[in-house]
């Protein structure tokens, strides 16, 4: 990372949020609150805002550094700064942890009000149109009205396109990168497998793990290491590990004996080590609720006839978890309602985290669309 | 000719092929633009005849091109068809100049007047008499519309006003319209398959 185009420092902020929320499920949070970052400066104008969402396990740490954990840098550092493709001397960013995380805002981490105690496996349900709700009123106490655009790749793409149909007046453009309208039955298989593996460690005690002093690590682990899988390509796990021995030879045991095991583990590890995992369980549920054709008889192209946003929609040549067809489901509904959107199938071996990749091509596709952004 | 006057040469060659097909739409129409490349007809119908619409391309330094151009584009392979496009979905779809670089010409031909009622193609014509000249003195013809050696060229399909024609009747499109030029630019009346280096056409479903 070259230093002078870094936003540099940053400090988190916390925003209280003391109206009740009523949640998609019926469920309701008497209040929450959000921890968020922001870089750039919001104009007179108030147009040039642009809100960044994290995937299964970001956070709204998007970009820079802190000054007492200078390793831990944003995990989209690649792409917001200045002079960077989503430039911040041009753009307000924010970045917010959504709620049910476990960075920092209203979570299944946090003490209960009534009961003085972590809400554990009582935090309630939440889907990504929650997410989107209590964003907009991140939004509405920065003064942002309209977002010049909402970002977001997987997870995030989801909450971009949500965006654009429960505020269709509030986002200008919507950019969906390697995201899906809906999961597949294979997408939907994946999470519960990992769920499970959280679900059926013997420290999970239902979700109230931190009653009992202790963390479903093993169950975390696993569910890292499937979902891992699921991440990258084929050809890039040839590529980068093929069939290479730790030891140079097999050695007849289940410990590691092929590099691929031992960097699975080593994700897995470092996952477990500071990911909550009723935040976990929670993220995979509220990906496989996300579906608006849901209350269309599965049509999605009457789903996004409310949405008035222009979309940049991108997928990756590799990305097998969400496919580029998944990506042209979305872009024919955009056609059907007539409303403006760019699609680029991005030639990239990294699989479904290619979004988080600098590729060169990539990087220089949304340079071209947020730089033709008016604020 | 210097490489200045090569560029100015092919821009006002550009202006003029755009000028035609702009001609055959009408204000606020919604076009496809099949083989947009960086978007520049596109941006051109948008500015002179209010089009609206998208371009559709394959090629990666051209999608980006379209989208520095602030063309709608989608990224996709027709060689399989316009398959998500609805029926009757479009005032117009265009081909300019790129049928030739696309194997599937009877699908593409067929599904461009699925998705619209009205199809506009240009393509050069192999039968233009300085191409036969090329080709009787033993060489694969380069000239002004067809500008690529053999080896690399990006066409596929060579093919004659003739021909066009009749596939056209093969596959039961009523032609509404043809003009075509010569290397200068001037409408040929006179034998257009001789004549004519570049063709543009009109076309619609027979009903």
Redesign the interface.
Known sequence: MSPENSVGLVVPRRMQFDTPLILKSGAQLPGFELVFETYGTLNEARSNAVLVCHALAGSHHVAGRYADDPENIGWWDNLVGPGKPLDTRKFFVVGVNNLGGCYGSTGPLSIRPETGKRYGADFPLVTVADWVAAQARLADRLGVDTWAAVVGGSLGGMQALEWSLQFPDRIRHAIVIASAPKLSAQNIAFNEVARQAIISDPDFHGGYYAEHGVVPTRGLRLARMVGHITYLSDSQMADKFGRQLRHGEHKFSYDVDFEIESYLRYQGNKFAAFFDANTYLMMTKALDYFDPAYDYGGHLASALARAKARFFVASFSTDWRFAPARSREIVFALLQNRLRVVYAEIDCDAGHDSFLLDDQHYHALLRAYLGNIAV | MTEHERRARAEQRERFDFAVIANWLSPGE?VLDLGCGDGRLLRYLNETRDVTG?GVEID?GS??G???N?V?????DIECGLL???DR?FDHVVISQALQTMRATERILTEMLRVADEAVVSFPNFAYRANRVAIAAGHMPVSEDLPYDWFDTPNVRFFTIVDFEGLCARLEIEIRERLAFDEAGQEVADDPNLNGSLAFYRLGRKS
């Open positions: 919604r998208y990666h999608v980006l379209c989208i520095r602030g709608d584009v989608i990224q996709m998500g496009f609805e979905s």
